[in-house]
């Protein structure tokens, strides 16, 4: 059974700061990841998805790297910002299977 | 704009008392799924429907349905919510053979 887990469930960091959340999953066989971004109260925003054959993506000032072999995905956000401020969440998805496996998310705070 | 609308965004009921949660998307999406998020974790997949075929996980409690008239409409209803039925409600979409999952924002139901 996929189980996924993100660390740490919260951070908080100064404004500007270049941060790294953590995603790790248990099963390597997954036909993709992606990271969302949920505010208070609020619905998912997708922020990226890696398909299982690559290694990043990027968005602005984002970056999601993937290593399958190892179970292991890294947000990157640089030059952290006030409107940063959000639940980060990771989930992959099982080959075969619609749905996604969500972690239970990093909280982070981004102060001025 | 193409997006997925969720209605009512909040719902109060009483313990017991039916209650229906809508969803519509303008994505001319094949799947549509509904997932729950209690307070602090991780959304979790109720069932998804792949054009008018229903996939039910194994582990939803039977007090959980749904409907899907047609593509673009998606309902949850749970016959008698209890108190831990309290939760958001995230409908999303996804392409069949895509890759992406578009989520709303989310029906926030309170019972009491």
């Known amino acids: 059974k996929q189980e996924v887990t993100q660390i740490p469930a919260a951070l908080s960091v100064p404004e500007g700061e270049n941060l790294v959340l953590n995603c790790s999953f248990t099963?390597?066989?997954?036909?993709?990841l992606q990271w969302f971004r949920q505010d208070p109260g609020k619905g998912l925003t997708s922020l990226l998805l890696?398909?299982?054959?690559?290694r990043e993506q990027t968005s602005g000032r984002l970056n999601a790297s993937l290593d399958k072999s190892s179970g292991r995905s890294t947000l990157y956000i640089a030059a952290s910002q006030p409107g940063d401020s959000a639940t980060y969440l990771c989930?992959?998805?099982?080959?075969?299977?619609?749905?996604?496996?969500f972690g239970t998310g990093t909280r982070l705070l981004v102060s001025p | 704009d193409a997006m997925v609308i969720q209605n009512p965004r909040y719902q109060v009921t009483q313990f017991g008392k039916p209650v229906t949660l809508s969803c519509s998307q303008t994505?001319?999406?094949?799947?549509m799924y509904w997932y729950q998020q209690k307070s602090s974790q991780a959304p979790k997949l109720l069932f998804h429907y792949y054009d008018k075929d229903f996939n039910n996980e194994a582990d939803t409690p039977d007090n959980f349905q749904s409907r899907r008239p047609n593509t673009s409409f998606c309902f949850l209803d749970i016959r008698s919510p209890g108190l831990g039925d309290a939760a958001m409600y995230l409908c999303?979409?996804?392409?069949?053979?895509?890759?992406?999952?578009?989520f709303g924002p989310g029906t926030r139901l309170t019972v009491l």
């Open positions: 099963d390597s066989a997954i036909y993709n």
């Open positions: 890696i398909q299982s054959s690559q």
């Open positions: 999303a979409t996804s392409r069949a053979g895509e890759r992406e999952q578009f």
């Open positions: 994505l001319n999406h094949n799947v």
């Open positions: 989930a992959v998805r099982p080959p075969g299977f619609q749905k996604l496996v």
